[in-house]
Every structure is written in structure tokens, then in C-alpha cells.
């Protein structure tokens, strides 16, 4: 009885003196997939020797996490796939300015306007069609989706989704709240079950022919390409022409949290992340558009600039995510 | 001397109740910041179909946990068929895989070039589409796969238990089986099968894996994404409360039927033999036992291999796996420890007093597991920020959170085993001179150490499995199986998330031998 109180005591305070951090590395809360960090990051340590630790999960739940630890926390950076995510810690005050030095290296439209984050890789809101499906032909805009003859051809993420609530924000200040609402309806009325937890799952169905057009980001039709060459699918870039709004675009990007300790070594990472070789890395392993200048994507996907892009700066997806969440909720989008 | 020692124990017992309450104060302070105005929005925008959603699936999973589980603990308790031993193991081998994983084997599964799916396309054609689970049957059919076994283990145990002279009397007075099985077996049984089904409940109530992977809006879900989509902590807050009454109402109920029921058997009653059985009565037990565990471990086990197999091939299994691994194993034997030594003077206080205040206590301290994982992480984090600061950071926080979410489990499996302490043992031992702790050591601790396993089982494989308050609250770095399922699922890295899951289901097989020994003790 006695060793085993004793065990305990002893265990207890081996837990609690254990993981802290090492005063020489980096914490990065990353809310991006491992496999598309840990290369960028792995050569980043080769390089300046500097340790960094990745904590892995939801944006949002980090988020919340960093919001809530206040000046306790661990993390020195925070790293969404979400504009929306990363400028709502904006705005909560979680993160610093990012020197100008080394944010004005990306353009203004991609980074927050006080630097507190700076966007790393963009993702373009695109169809996914099956070339096989002649319904499928004459769709060329995101609210041809809301069109009734595509009733049940239609295929997309649940509304909860970050890139869905981000798409949708692009659109509402693009085209305008009412005409937002009604797609949304239109949607709604023609989804008929097809709404999928992952946007992968919409390329593979409709590349199994089940559904005619799928609204996803344009890395996982080339994620399913890589694997399945010969899918019958096809991208098509919507709202193009002289009167289109353009594609909705969304950025993953890095912020230094307020209550870091290790600003330089922070800075140091951010600064290799927008150089040429930081960001081809970053960009490349998920077929995104690297957002420095100059720094073509992989030649898989359609060059940055042949296409139109919806003119939304990025800080907006955070500043109007809320009148989103309400609008889709008033509609009730599944 | 008596009273001291019940103040001893009482106020042990109070302390920790205390304690796991911080979540449900943290709730209760912060939804009192809501206005009226943001109240009334809440109720009429929300909550009815949050009600209507997490009422029906309790319902809707209660009822087909409670056909699986009873009718095969019957089977296996009554009829001595081939194969009986194996069958007790195989209705609880579904308690090593967590909802998420069930919820996610089963959609890849149900997609048309999944295993199901192309089956029915071979079946049906093009003519009938596979059905769509993401819908409330889709939910209550994995929870239920997940969560039967609960009924199963308590109405298994209470069969194997009960004795035969009632049944034989009931018989000689000339009832039918029918009529001895629903006015005899069923009410005898009924305190352990409540007690199953409360389990199963309270997991559906704060299920966040399963609802979340299949976007079923429960409570939990909801609140999550209030938390984290909204930063409305608030409006969260509120639901949560809602949500704690709620569940409180259905375990002062379930007690409230279970207090009037209070039997002492006769141990010098004669056991049940078991029923021979005919080659046909074999087949079809087999059959009906076959198909649950086919759904509800042969096909995910088969899943979680071939994946794994394929990870093994492709060689992406790396020395990281074994830490997450050996983080799982050391938190969950913690917290399985810790959650033992804390429930343990709630029951035993309970089981003295018996009183409205003791019962009290008990429910109180069954709000960690009715509160969305989420909420317990957060209440946890402000909670050791505001008073605890050095804490913070470190295991124990984790720990912390995991003991309150799990001491119900802990606290209701040792509190239905001291039942079986009649007044008289204890009488006994007091009379033959021995101290308080004395009898607590040499004649309490011995008598109930088989619910005391079972409760530390329990707890370690739910800890194990533990998944919304981890992801919150782990230390910077520190990845359990769990976590790692959740991130490469979500990201639709089957081939990691596998081997995870796999882990997971080796990782319990022992602490299940265990248990399973103990259950054999009184089946033998």
C-alpha cells in the first residue's frame, strides 16, 4: 500500500515536470496536414539547426486553445489553411507583427493588413466535372450549381467545412448577400444527400460517374489524378470571361503568436517560408500556388495569372466569417 | 468512532465531487453572462431540433443495444451451446474500437467501391442505392455496434449470478416461459440492464466522434461547433447546461427505478445449470451471434488489417507510431489509476448511507461524462489558468480532465458491485472486532475487487480511446493513437490512421483478458 503511494507520488511529479519545451525550439501549432509541413520544415532545421516541434490539429480548435491559454502558451507560431481562421486570431489579438521586411515579400492581398499573419500558398474554389456527363457541359459558373436540372448531380462538403464557409464569404462580397442566399437555397434543394464530410469523396464519386459537377478546392482533383490518371474528371475554373466575379481563392498562412518568446528564431522560419525555396516546397508538395511572386506552381495545375481571381482581400474571409455562419445557418445548409 | 470515520469518508468523497463539479461551474458561470435576449435566441432557433435529435437517437440506440445485448447474454448465460466461451469474448471485443473509427470504417464501407457497397451493387444493381448513413440510423447503428457490449457485460454478469429457485417456483405455480421470463428474469435483471443502458446513454449523449465524422447534429456536436467555429463560448455554455440537466433528469430516473429495487441472494441457492441444446438451436444462436459480430468486429478488424497491411508495404509506419503508442498506454493506466482511487469513497459512502445527499454526490460527480469532452478541456484549462497556473502545460492537466470525464464509469462500476455487499457481512466483520479500516482492507476490498477491475478496465479502455478533450488539452508534442486517428482520417490518410486503430484494439486485448477473468470467476 505504502509503495504504492509512494509510486504514485513520484510518477505524479515526473508527469509534471515533463514536456517542457526546449528553450532552442520552435512550437508551431499547425493546422495543416504533417505531410505537407514536415518536408518545408525538416529542411528548414537542416539548415539553421533550429528544433521545431509541430502540434497538429484543427485550426479552429487551436485557435480556441491559444485564445484560451492566453500568455501560458507553448506556441511561438500558428499556421492555418484558413485566412478566415487566421484573421479572426487577428482580430482576437493572439498573434504580432510579422516585420515588414519579411511580410512585405508576399503581396498585400495575401497577409493581413497590420502583418499580424502573412499567407504561405493559395487554393483556388473550383468544379470538378465528369468530362462523361453531358449535364455537366454547361456548367461555368458556381451558380449554375443552384440550377434545378442538376438535382441530384450535385455533390458537396457539408456546410461547416472552412473552404466551404470561405468560398461562400468570397462570393457574398463578390456578388452580393441576396444572390448568395439564393444559390445557397438552390443548393440545397439539388444536394438530395450528396453532402460529403470530405471534399476527396466528391472527386471520387464523381469521377465514378454518380454525380455530374462537384464544388472543391483544385488540389483534390489533382490529389485523385495523381492516383487514378485516367479519371474521367476535369476542372473547370467558374465565373471566368469579362463579367464573371472570378474564382474564389483562399490562402494557408503563418502568424507569430503575441506571447512568444522566441520572436527571432520565429521570424527566421517565416522568413525561409516566403523565399523562393521555402515557398516551392510548401506550395508544391500539395499542388497549391506559392504566394510570392514569381514562383510558378506545379505544372499539373493552370498557371497562376491565365485565370481570373475574385478581387476579395484575404482579411475579409475573417472579418465576415460570422454574417457567413449566419446566412448558411438561416438557410439551414446541411 | 463510527461517525468519524463516516466523516472521514464523507468528506474524501465530497472533495473529490468538489472537484470533478469545476467543468459544470465553469458551464453554469459562463452561460450566466447569456441575456435573456441571446437565451431566447438560443431556445427558439437551436434547441428544439437539438432536443428532438439527441432524444431519438438515445431512444433509437437504448432499444437496439438493449435487443443485442440481452438476448445474446441470455443465450450465452442459459444455453450451453459449442463455442460459449468464445462468444462472451466476442460480444466485448467492439469495446477496443472507438465511434470515430467505427463511423469511419463504416462510411468508407458503405461508398459504392467500398466492401458493403460494391456487395449490394453485386445484390441489387443500380436499382436500389446503398443506403445513406448519414442520417440518424446510420448514427444509432454505430453507436449501438459500439456500445452494446455495456448491456451485455452487466446483464451477462447479473444472469450468470441469479440463482434458480424463483424461476422454479414461479414454474411450480404454473407460469408459462414467457411469463416467467418477463415477470421473473426481466425484473430481476432490471437494475443491471438500467445500469447498461445508462452507460450506453450517457456514451451517446457526449458521443463526439461518431456525430461529428457523420455531421449528426446532437448537443455535443453543436456546442463544439459554437466553441470553435463561433469563439461564442457563451452560447455554448448554455447548451451545455441544457444539455447537463438533461442527463441528470434521465440518472436521477434510472436511480430513482433502481433504488426500489434491492435484492440480496441466498448464496446457499442452488446456480443454473446450463440448457443442452439441439444441433439447430446451436445454428441458430451461432447465426444471430455470428451476424453481431461480424458488423461489430470481424468487418472493422478486417478494414483496420488490410489498410495497416498496406501501410506496412509502403513502409510509412515510423518510430513516431510507438511513442503515440506508449503516450496512449501511459495516460490511460494513469487515468484509469487515478479515476479507481478517486470513486472509490463515493461509492463506498453511498453504499453506508444510502441517503438523498450520498446519492447526490453521486450524480454530481457523473457530470464529467454527460458534458461534451470540449467543455470539460476547457472548464479544466481555465480552471488550472486561474488557480493552478504551474500546472499548466504538463500531463496533469490532461489527466485531470480525463479522471473527471471517466470517474462516473469508475464511480458506477464500484457502487453496483458493493450491491452485492449485504449489510451482514460488514456486521460481521465489525462484530469480530475489526476497525473500520480494517474491514475496509480484509473484508470490502477483497469482496469488491472484481468491480474494482472491471471499473479500472472501463476506464482504461475509454481513456484509451479518448479523443475531444485530449486534442485540447495534450502537452505541446505529446500525440496519442487517438489524435493521430483523428488527424490523418480527417485528412484522408487511411494508411496512417489504420495501424492507429489496429493499436488500439491489440493494446486492450489484455486489460479485456483481465476483466474477462474476472467475469469467469462467477460463470464457472
Not at chain 1, 290 to 303: D, F, H, I, M, N
Not at chain 2, 89 to 97: A, E, G, K, R
Not at chain 2, 325 to 334: H, I, K, P
Not at chain 2, 486 to 492: L, T
Request: aromatic share 10%; glycine share 6%; proline share 4%.
Amino acid at each position: 500500500m505504502k509503495l504504492a503511494v509512494r509510486t504514485l507520488l513520484v510518477s505524479s511529479l515526473l508527469i509534471i515536470t515533463q514536456f517542457a519545451q526546449a528553450a532552442d525550439s520552435l512550437v508551431v501549432f499547425s493546422g495543416r496536414s504533417d505531410k505537407f509541413v514536415k518536408p518545408v520544415i525538416n529542411e528548414f532545421s537542416k539548415q539553421t539547426g533550429i528544433k521545431v516541434v509541430l502540434h497538429t490539429g484543427k485550426s479552429t480548435a487551436l485557435l480556441n486553445k491559444l485564445n484560451v491559454e492566453g500568455e501560458r502558451t507553448d506556441a511561438d507560431l500558428f499556421l492555418s489553411n484558413d485566412a478566415g481562421t487566421l484573421q479572426k486570431g487577428s482580430e482576437l489579438g493572439l498573434f504580432m507583427e510579422t516585420p515588414s521586411a519579411i511580410a512585405s515579400q508576399i503581396s498585400p492581398n495575401y497577409r493581413a493588413k497590420d502583418n499580424t499573419w502573412v499567407g504561405l500558398s493559395a487554393r483556388a474554389r473550383v468544379l470538378v466535372i465528369n468530362k462523361n456527363n453531358p449535364l455537366a457541359k454547361s456548367v461555368t459558373s458556381v451558380f449554375d450549381l443552384a440550377d434545378p436540372k442538376l438535382k441530384g448531380q450535385l455533390g458537396i462538403t457539408n456546410s461547416t467545412n472552412e473552404s466551404f464557409i470561405a468560398g461562400t464569404t468570397v462570393y457574398m462580397l463578390a456578388a452580393g448577400k441576396d444572390k448568395t442566399k439564393n444559390w445557397l437555397q438552390g443548393m440545397k434543394d439539388n444536394v438530395d444527400g450528396n453532402v460529403f464530410n470530405k471534399h476527396g469523396k466528391i472527386v471520387k464519386t464523381v469521377a465514378a460517374g454518380k454525380l455530374a459537377v462537384g464544388l472543391v478546392n483544385h488540389y483534390y482533383i489533382y490529389r485523385h489524378l495523381d492516383e487514378h490518371p485516367d479519371a474521367p474528371i476535369a476542372i473547370v475554373l467558374p465565373d471566368q470571361g469579362k463579367d464573371g466575379m472570378g474564382v474564389a481563392w483562399n490562402v494557408a498562412g503563418i502568424a507569430i503568436t503575441k506571447h512568444s518568446k522566441k520572436r527571432e528564431l520565429a521570424e527566421k522560419l517565416i522568413n525561409f517560408l516566403v523565399s523562393s525555396d521555402g515557398q516551392k516546397m510548401f506550395a508544391e508538395t500539395n499542388h497549391e500556388y506559392p504566394t510570392r511572386e514569381g514562383v510558378p506552381a506545379s505544372a499539373k495545375v493552370p498557371a497562376a495569372g491565365s485565370f481570373k481571381v475574385a478581387d476579395v482581400p484575404m482579411y475579409k474571409l475573417g472579418t465576415q466569417r460570422n454574417e457567413t455562419i449566419d446566412l448558411i445557418e438561416a438557410v439551414g445548409m446541411p | 468512532m463510527i461517525n468519524r470515520t463516516f466523516g472521514a469518508l464523507g468528506n474524501s468523497a465530497l472533495a473529490v465531487v468538489l472537484f470533478a463539479a469545476v467543468p459544470l461551474w465553469f458551464v453554469i458561470s459562463k452561460s450566466s453572462e447569456l441575456g435573456l435576449q441571446q437565451w431566447q435566441l438560443l431556445w427558439t432557433s437551436r434547441l428544439p431540433d437539438l432536443l428532438w435529435n439527441t432524444l431519438s437517437l438515445a431512444i433509437l440506440v437504448a432499444i437496439s443495444c438493449f435487443i443485442l445485448g440481452v438476448s445474446a447474454a441470455w443465450w450465452i448465460a442459459r444455453f450451453d451451446f459449442p463455442g460459449r466461451r468464445y462468444a462472451v469474448w466476442l460480444m466485448v471485443l467492439p469495446l477496443t474500437i472507438p465511434t470515430y473509427v467505427f463511423a469511419h470504417i463504416y462510411t468508407t464501407l458503405f461508398e459504392s467501391d467500398g466492401w458493403i457497397g460494391r456487395v449490394w451493387i453485386n445484390i441489387f444493381g443500380d436499382s436500389i442505392a446503398i443506403p445513406d448513413i448519414y442520417n440518424i440510423f446510420g448514427v444509432t447503428l454505430i453507436l449501438s455496434l459500439a456500445g452494446f457490449s455495456y448491456v451485455f457485460l452487466m446483464a451477462h454478469s447479473a444472469l450468470s449470478v441469479s440463482t434458480q429457485t424463483m424461476e422454479e417456483a414461479a414454474r411450480i405455480q404454473g407460469a408459462s416461459k414467457w411469463q416467467v421470463f418477463t415477470r421473473i428474469n426481466l425484473p430481476l435483471l432490471r437494475p443491471a440492464i438500467a445500469a447498461g443502458l445508462a452507460v450506453v446513454i450517457l456514451h451517446v449523449l457526449s458521443d463526439f466522434g461518431a456525430v461529428s465524422m457523420l455531421h449528426y447534429q446532437t448537443f455535443t456536436l453543436s456546442i463544439y461547433l459554437q466553441m470553435s467555429g463561433r469563439f461564442d463560448y457563451e452560447s455554448a455554455a448554455g447548451l451545455s447546461l441544457i444539455l447537463v440537466l438533461l442527463s441528470l433528469t434521465f440518472l436521477v430516473l434510472e436511480r430513482f427505478f433502481r433504488a426500489r429495487q434491492r435484492y440480496y441472494t441466498n448464496r446457499q441457492s442452488r446456480k443454473h445449470l446450463l440448457k443442452p441444446v439441439t444441433p439447430l438451436v446451436t445454428a441458430l444462436i451461432w447465426s444471430w451471434l455470428g451476424l453481431i459480430t461480424l458488423l461489430a468486429f470481424v468487418l472493422p478488424l478486417a478494414w483496420m488489417i488490410s489498410w495497416s497491411w498496406d501501410a506496412w508495404m509502403a513502409d510509412v509506419i515510423s518510430s513516431e507510431f510507438w511513442s503515440y503508442a506508449y503516450n496512449s498506454l501511459l495516460l490511460a493506466v494513469l487515468c484509469a489509476t487515478f479515476a479507481i482511487a478517486c470513486g472509490l469513497p463515493i461509492a463506498l459512502f453511498n453504499n453506508r448511507q444510502r441517503s438523498r445527499y450520498s446519492s447526490a454526490l453521486i450524480q454530481v460527480s457523473s457530470v464529467g461524462f454527460v458534458l461534451p469532452g470540449p467543455v470539460v478541456a476547457l472548464g479544466i484549462i481555465t480552471f488550472i489558468l486561474s488557480m493552478l497556473p504551474f500546472l499548466y502545460g504538463g500531463l496533469l492537466a490532461l489527466l485531470i480532465a480525463l479522471v473527471i470525464r471517466f470517474l462516473p464509469l469508475s464511480v458506477q462500476s464500484q457502487d453496483a458491485s458493493m450491491q452485492q455487499l449485504t449489510p451482514s457481512i460488514e456486521q460481521a466483520g465489525r462484530i469480530l472486532g475489526a476497525t473500520p479500516l480494517e474491514n475496509l482492507k480484509r473484508v470490502i476490498l477483497p469482496m469488491i475487487s472484481g468491480g474494482i477491475a472491471s471499473a479500472w478496465v472501463l476506464v482504461f479502455i475509454d481513456t484509451l480511446k479518448e479523443l475531444p478533450a485530449t486534442l485540447i488539452l495534450r502537452p505541446t508534442g505529446f500525440d496519442t493513437l487517438p489524435v493521430r486517428i483523428w488527424i490523418e482520417a480527417s485528412e484522408e490518410m487511411l494508411e496512417l490512421a489504420a495501424p492507429a486503430a489496429l493499436m488500439l484494439v491489440i493494446g486492450t486485448l489484455p486489460v479485456l483478458w483481465i476483466m474477462m477473468k474476472n467475469e469467469r470467476k462467477y460463470t464457472t
